[in-house]
């Protein structure tokens, strides 16, 4: 689906840290639905690799893009709760922002979720 593919092009600007097919993503995802969830998310990988690029030296620019992509997150969780991609972010900012115990929290949830998966032998696309 167009959302799968949408997902897999800010998934792999994220792993290589692209920020020009991070940004063209986001460009594309705007035209076609606006400030969209799948729009706020990439935009929260987007401050996340920022952050990752701002050297040791200037930690208050660094967390402080880490907090408002966090922002966002807290933002899409209560419009799409259910996704492990949110919580999944949201723990590795937690560890990044040197809180570890709110990264164990996020990473219950998605084992959670998981669970409940495979349990119920109810697989996603």
């Known amino acids: 689906?167009?959302?799968?593919?949408?997902?897999?092009?800010?998934?792999?600007?994220?792993?290589?840290?692209?920020?020009?097919?991070?940004?063209?993503?986001?460009?594309?995802?705007?035209?076609i639905?606006?400030?969209?969830?799948?729009?706020?998310?990439?935009n929260a990988l987007r401050l996340i690799i920022s952050g990752d690029e701002e050297s040791d030296e200037n930690m208050p620019k660094k967390f402080s893009r880490y907090r408002f992509a966090l922002d966002k997150l807290n933002?899409?969780?209560?419009?799409?709760?259910?996704?492990?991609?949110?919580?999944w972010l949201k723990g590795l900012l937690y560890a990044r922002l040197g809180q570890?115990?709110?990264?164990?929290?996020?990473?219950?949830k998605i084992l959670r979720g998981w669970r409940i998966i495979f349990g119920s032998r109810r697989f996603i696309d």
Request: charged share 15%; glycine share 8%; no cysteine.
């Open 33 to 42: 639905q606006g400030k969209s969830v799948i729009w706020n998310f990439g």
């Open 75 to 87: 933002g899409l969780e209560s419009e799409f709760g259910d996704w492990s991609q949110i919580p």
């Open 1 to 31: 689906t167009r959302r799968n593919a949408i997902l897999l092009m800010f998934d792999v600007a994220y792993r290589t840290a692209d920020m020009n097919l991070i940004n063209s993503t986001l460009e594309t995802v705007q035209e």
């Open 100 to 108: 570890p115990a709110l990264w164990q929290a996020n990473g219950v």
